[in-house]
């Protein structure tokens, strides 16, 4: 039988550097900010109101958001983002929002199109 010795400073870095690899949701940054919302409510013709239905915000939280008076717990930057995305927008930083035509109703019934049999 062999016996092995147990570096335990070894152990504590390796354990602190796959620490430093493990990947958060906060790791990522929010891509969507207070101009996507104002911009992508002028595109889509919505008003805070319906958004704030939609999406489950308070008008306030939403008008504080846009003025940039505060800002905002990233859930509730989620669930902003959501309800434009449901529309078929999409965001990236720094850009504004952008229609994907090919994300929702490209194609109403996909079993008529020519490539249905690569569906997988």
Do not use: Y
């Amino acid at each position: 039988m062999t016996a092995e010795l147990f570096d335990l400073d070894q152990a504590r870095s390796r354990k602190q550097a796959n620490q430093e690899l493990c990947l958060t949701p906060e790791a990522f940054p929010i891509a969507f900010d207070q101009d996507h919302c104002l911009q992508a409510r002028e595109l889509l013709g919505w008003s805070v109101e319906a958004l704030a239905f939609r999406a489950g915000v308070s008008i306030k939280a939403i008008r504080d958001f846009e003025s940039r008076a505060r800002q905002l717990r990233p859930v509730t930057i989620q669930a902003l983002s959501f309800a434009f995305e449901k529309e078929a927008l999409i965001f990236f930083p720094g850009q504004k929002p952008m229609i994907a035509d090919n994300l929702r109703g490209a194609t109403p019934d996909p079993s008529t199109r020519h490539d249905f049999h690569l569906v997988e």
